[in-house]
């Protein structure tokens, strides 16, 4: 399919359930994308943080996204991360996710790397040059260590490098100088804004989102929907109080002891316990080398998923 | 061959010449190889950071370890670089880094993702268990946003997970806390302590590191080769004066214009520049999407290896 | 007069007119706090780094809290922010605020020495122990390099240490995470939660936030107000528009030149070269060691000022 | 006295003994003077970060700086930390300093705002030309979170406006490069470089430090004096001997519980922990809000100081 532009709707970045031994659990990850679909989902994202991908090898990679697209069949637009930390690793990636049939891609700046504003537009640049499949720029400073300016990713939407932006920086001013940037420039139609928060998607959409990837969605992608269609409709209040909820859930991500696991092993955990719980997938299994969430804390996670209703 | 234990002496971060067209130039990196050997190197490290690593796809690191081992065939250990995000990811590199026939391999803490001293624990044990080669650790902070503390390197030491630390944090406080820790525990022999730098290889040696990893003996190894002796010799006196005509050199990572580049094309490409004016690359060219030194600055350059009598 | 518990509203970070002598300006402080009650506004905030608190010396700072609190007479709140390194120093500035007569003070966590989140508790329950005044908490990450966190703030403002948290941390989930907690736990009452952002005033106060803190406001108090309203009368698409007014308005902290001066100079430089050409101030110079702005760049903030209809 | 140009030798941070209600404790930090002075250092730095400058209100910086000034008699020189955000709160602590007859100040680069090199270059520039004392450079980028550059070190010193440079960055890399500016640049004569390190003083005078500022030489002056000593004749082999015996020692610093406490409550407190147990000051409290050792921790120092045979 061609990707709708822009892209709208809530598009989770879809966790990758491993077996005990660690490699991708394909029945799974099927079971998962059909609950999302079933959900409502508008799209999906499969190789984001969410997905693990940077713990998964290429072979898992290369699994997950023609698992994915070939599931769908067509339903939904898939997006899929190519992580990696420089132009020609990327495009390594890009290939097998055009070749699985991906609908775009989903890249961050150059990172591990001592980078430039010059050098990361150069970047999306020759992706954009070389990839048969449109490029979303994904900022997540957290783990890449350089912001993309609000600037920058005007900039190369007005050049058609970009197709769209997943936002994941936390920082919402910036994500407002994009989404009216991307409305008022004559030379930019057909932009994705899309917030990877799970915490303020009713702020983002009320400033003109275009959609959401919220992690949580994996465990609760009826309530993001929810959300999604009452924001859209305008019901602000209702649509607070079911965001509200949602934060409520996401607290789930605090169960993991931070004095024994960053916070990669307590996010990802924790979404893989409510995934379990819910018996969506058989093993809440994280990659290495994360650390495991006790038996305490994934029944915590319970407890999280029962006050939500989701149990 | 087996990697002495200790490792010591000079070990260059073997820089990766490209083609015009960024392919691996082989001639090339075979001259440069043969340029640093008669040198009188005492190991090499491929596929490290000054190697462009992060900018290498796998097919480029695969083709760099199989011919610089070859072409070394055991007259010298060669460490190579596994430089990726995670444990199963670091584990590919590892295995056709041993495929070909490197002497061991060098690893950082994880990045990209949120993690813990816990995790980066159990990402070297992990690594050590499944390695068939020795793990040295490297420590990068500005690439990886970690820093390894000499705690956790000196009771991976103890416990045999970690043969080797190639510090390039900047640190000497703490790498001379290694080299105490490592001299004086019971438990740990043959560690070797290497230090990254370019610019304190005196220092580092006197206060007991086994060796150094300096990107700059790509341009100048014989002075490296010299610095080493100078300093086992204890001629201090003639070592900094050594020392100081290499700082004066490393002024060439300087030449590039902050306002137009990033920090890695600056150094890197100075350091191809100083290999292509010697002669004995064919082409300065560094990775996407690192941006090219000016004519000018190339010509700068020049003035650097004259002003060390290189040229 | 006692402070509102909740404080409401609109209530800028007043900024501090210069003579270019750089002494304090008092006639032009007088007419500035004039501009921004005949705006309609709620409270106002001195001494906060809107204010160039950073830059004040004690005697300015003095000058600046009795000025304005004998200037409005009860009529309005005045909080007044008490930024030094750690407790003891804090302690001082909150004596002379107390004594000029402010209604609450402002403070920061430590910042400056190596700080741990239980030192940054016992710093505020030392405070609010010693403090005449209310205390409200003061979250700036870009300046003191901690976060805090809003677990802390919570378990403060329920032991009663804090009245309010003015959070300029751009993190708006966070933010959000206190106003639930702050509503619905039930030892807190009266707690006030402001936002510092200039840019999502609208998303603050739809989430539930109190009030507002926007340096903006000092060029236009009207404007702030009327979003205000906008928002408390649910009127969200009147609201989004004046909001992104604002934001275009904003706009003139980037004329700077980045090159040039660093974000304290441009900013503040923008606000009082729009103070300075709406007539309320004499004088547009900034403290030392900040960098001025130039003859073009104070043009280009006229039209800035143009563009939102206030010249 | 007028400073030396350059200040050489050991000249101590000097620790602020505190009374148990966090008053200078004025007997016991007379006695610290003497024990420094007969321990034979060559000059006197008080209010810098291990004088907890942060921590002291104004009325303490006084009185500290006029109680070892005039206790010290001119027998050495006295250099005065004037440590706070900008320029003109610079400038007042200057003053003080300047009429209790020290004889020189040490600054940092602005902290707190969004500063910029041309306002660091501006911030030194001002106040070179309103100090009546000279100026030296602190670099403390743990603390002001910039690094000077060498370049800009060297600019200020070649143009009279730094006296010296007082750094604790921990980039031996980065001093070595202003010590060789130093020496080579025609217009720069007795401009003192001294390093703030504990652990690599060899280091530093070996590659051409003028001296060292060691907050560990508050605790044992007489092993800084004879490391100095030992390198200043080039008997390296004892150096390193004697500088590895003062490594040892530091380890003190790290028995406060960082689950507990921050870096400075735990440095700063093994400091005075140490020097409460020599019976050189009356009471080892530290000021607020840094947290105390326990009585195991303190112990614990106890075996620190029987190891290095100071007890």
């Given at each position: 399919m061609t990707i709708p532009t822009p892209l709208t709707g809530v598009v989770p970045p879809v966790c990758t359930p491993l077996t005990p031994a660690r490699e991708v659990d394909v029945p799974s990850l099927i079971r998962l994308v059909d609950h999302l679909v079933e959900g409502g989902v508008h799209g999906l994202f499969v190789l984001g943080s969410s997905s693990e991908a940077a713990y998964l090898t290429d072979?898992?990679?290369?699994?997950?996204?023609?698992?994915?697209?070939?599931?769908?069949g067509g339903q939904l637009p898939?997006?899929?991360?190519?992580?990696?930390?420089?132009?020609?690793?990327?495009l390594d990636h890009v290939e097998y996710a055009a070749a699985a049939g991906a609908d775009a891609v989903v890249v961050t700046a150059p990172f591990y790397t001592r980078t430039h504003p010059a050098e990361i537009a150069r970047h999306f640049r020759v992706l954009a040059a070389r990839s048969p499949l449109p490029v979303f720029a994904y900022d997540l400073p957290m783990s890449v260590h350089t912001k993309l300016s609000s600037e920058l990713v005007l900039e190369l939407a007005a050049d058609g490098v970009l197709a769209g932006l997943k936002d994941s920086s936390?920082?919402?001013?910036?994500?407002?100088?994009?989404?009216?940037?991307?409305?008022?420039?004559?030379?930019?139609?057909?932009?994705?804004?899309?917030?990877?928060?799970e915490l303020v998607v009713d702020s983002a959409l009320a400033l003109g989102a275009d959609g959401a990837v919220p992690g949580l969605a994996n465990v609760d992608p009826e309530?993001?929907?929810?959300?999604?269609?009452?924001?859209?409709?305008?019901?602000?209040g209702r649509a607070r109080a079911e965001q509200e909820r949602l934060c409520a859930l996401f607290g789930m991500v605090g169960v993991g002891d931070p004095a024994r696991m960053g916070g990669s092993s307590a996010g990802l955990g924790a979404f893989k316990a409510g995934l379990y719980l819910r018996g969506i997938i058989d093993c809440p299994v994280t990659a290495e080398p994360q650390v495991a969430l006790s038996?305490?804390?994934?029944?915590?996670?319970g407890k999280y998923l029962a006050a939500a209703g989701l149990l």
């Amino acid at each position: 399919m061609t990707i709708p532009t822009p892209l709208t709707g809530v598009v989770p970045p879809v966790c990758t359930p491993l077996t005990p031994a660690r490699e991708v659990d394909v029945p799974s990850l099927i079971r998962l994308v059909d609950h999302l679909v079933e959900g409502g989902v508008h799209g999906l994202f499969v190789l984001g943080s969410s997905s693990e991908a940077a713990y998964l090898t290429d072979a898992h990679r290369r699994l997950v996204v023609s698992t994915v697209v070939s599931h769908v069949g067509g339903q939904l637009p898939v997006l899929a991360g190519a992580i990696d930390m420089t132009t020609p690793r990327v495009l390594d990636h890009v290939e097998y996710a055009a070749a699985a049939g991906a609908d775009a891609v989903v890249v961050t700046a150059p990172f591990y790397t001592r980078t430039h504003p010059a050098e990361i537009a150069r970047h999306f640049r020759v992706l954009a040059a070389r990839s048969p499949l449109p490029v979303f720029a994904y900022d997540l400073p957290m783990s890449v260590h350089t912001k993309l300016s609000s600037e920058l990713v005007l900039e190369l939407a007005a050049d058609g490098v970009l197709a769209g932006l997943k936002d994941s920086s936390g920082d919402l001013a910036g994500f407002r100088s994009v989404v009216m940037g991307a409305r008022s420039h004559p030379g930019i139609t057909g932009f994705s804004v899309l917030t990877g928060s799970e915490l303020v998607v009713d702020s983002a959409l009320a400033l003109g989102a275009d959609g959401a990837v919220p992690g949580l969605a994996n465990v609760d992608p009826e309530g993001y929907v929810r959300l999604y269609r009452l924001c859209r409709e305008g019901d602000w209040g209702r649509a607070r109080a079911e965001q509200e909820r949602l934060c409520a859930l996401f607290g789930m991500v605090g169960v993991g002891d931070p004095a024994r696991m960053g916070g990669s092993s307590a996010g990802l955990g924790a979404f893989k316990a409510g995934l379990y719980l819910r018996g969506i997938i058989d093993c809440p299994v994280t990659a290495e080398p994360q650390v495991a969430l006790s038996e305490g804390e994934v029944e915590r996670v319970g407890k999280y998923l029962a006050a939500a209703g989701l149990l």
